[in-house]
């Protein structure tokens, strides 16, 4: 028995629709098609397709977005890490004391580099930095 396959994404709605309406534009004398279908086509098409446009506009500006996020994140860690590593070499070569640390949120007697594993890490860091400097 014959099955109907319905589209399954906006994007095959918007092309099963486009070629209904080539379907019916290029139509000989007999359209496959009612009165009222075609009225709903010709009103509908136009304004589905901007609809779509400018979904797929906002989903390729997210991603590039996205891209972005990622790569400044990489590059934040990179200064926080960089800058505690500084701080960390000036500390053992006396050039600050000890106590130093605290003043960044870091305990007192710990020399180790503080991990920057979440979003949160990040912003408290920068916290701090804008907060001491």
């Known amino acids: 028995?014959?099955?109907r396959?319905?589209?399954?994404s906006v994007t095959a709605l918007l092309k099963a629709i486009k070629r209904?309406?080539?379907?019916?534009?290029?139509?000989?004398?007999?359209i496959p098609y009612s009165a009222?279908?075609?009225?709903?086509?010709?009103?509908?098409?136009?304004?589905?397709?901007?609809?779509v446009e400018a979904m797929q506009a906002a989903l390729t500006a997210q991603s590039d977005s996205t891209q972005?996020?990622?790569?400044?994140?990489?590059?934040?860690?990179?200064?926080i890490s960089d800058f505690f590593t500084a701080l960390q070499n000036a500390?053992?070569?006396?050039?600050?004391?000890?106590?130093?640390?605290?003043?960044?949120?870091?305990?007192v007697s710990d020399a180790k580099i503080p991990?920057?594993?979440?979003?949160?890490?990040i912003d408290m860091f920068f916290e701090v930095f804008r907060l001491c400097g």
């Open 36 to 51: 009222g279908t075609i009225t709903k086509m010709d009103a509908f098409y136009p304004a589905f397709k901007l609809k």
């Open 68 to 79: 972005t996020v990622i790569d400044t994140r990489q590059i934040a860690v990179w200064t």
């Open 20 to 30: 209904g309406k080539a379907r019916k534009d290029s139509a000989p004398l007999i």
């Open 5 to 8: 396959r319905l589209p399954k």
């Open 1 to 3: 028995m014959p099955q």
């Open 115 to 121: 991990k920057l594993n979440t979003e949160d890490d």
């Open 91 to 107: 500390i053992r070569r006396k050039k600050f004391p000890a106590s130093v640390r605290g003043l960044y949120g870091l305990d």
